[in-house]
């Protein structure tokens, strides 16, 4: 009877952990730079390449950053949410237009509209990784004192805004 105790409890241990995993939506990768100052940076923007832009541009204020290309068929999906959440001015939007050719990536906004107050041009990516950018889209939430508050990866759809993000909004703008 002993001899059975031990594989029983490996296999239970082991049923235990694989049920407490299938709870876990697999779309929702937490981020260990969630509640961490945002990665520093100094980019061009998108539209003008003599003029850039800095993490420390942005302290004092809630801002979105939202990781974007014009290559990225995910992105298609999303811009016209971000598009119309732009017009509703709850929070400055920012793009960090991600491993893109700059012409493309001004012709998408001249295209589809522009939902950024400015788009930063990250054309080798070093930023996005610093990030910890895999993949596009992905949108961060930073809060007044440039601390990461929340990470969306894949697109930002009405239900995402309604159920996570408007309400972290209406938290961090007290």
């Known amino acids: 009877m002993k001899r059975f105790l031990l594989p029983l ?14 709870k876990h939506d697999p779309r ?18 998108l539209a003008d390449a003599q003029r850039s832009l800095r993490k420390e541009d942005m302290l004092g204020k809630v801002w979105m950053l939202n990781v974007w290309a014009s290559w ?8 016209p949410v971000l598009v119309e959440f732009a017009q509703r ?4 939007i920012y793009g960090l237009n991600y491993k893109d050719e700059r012409p493309d990536g001004q ?17 080798d ?3 996005g990784i610093d990030f910890g950018v895999y993949g596009v889209p992905e949108t961060f ?19 995402v805004l309604r159920d996570k993000i408007e309400p972290l909004l209406r938290q961090l703008n007290g």
């Open 9 to 22: 409890g490996i296999f239970l241990a082991l049923a235990v952990f694989l049920g407490l995993g299938l």
């Open 28 to 45: 929702e990768v937490p981020s260990p730079l969630i509640g961490k100052p945002a990665p520093t940076f100094n980019l061009p923007t």
């Open 72 to 79: 990225c068929g995910a992105c298609r999906e999303e811009h």
């Open 89 to 92: 001015k709850l929070v400055p």
């Open 107 to 123: 012709a998408w906004l001249r295209e589809g509209g522009n939902p950024y107050v400015e788009s930063l041009f990250d054309q």
């Open 125 to 127: 990516g070093r930023v």
């Open 141 to 159: 939430i930073i809060d007044q004192q440039g601390v990461i508050r929340y990470k969306q990866i894949g697109p930002i759809t009405p239900e």
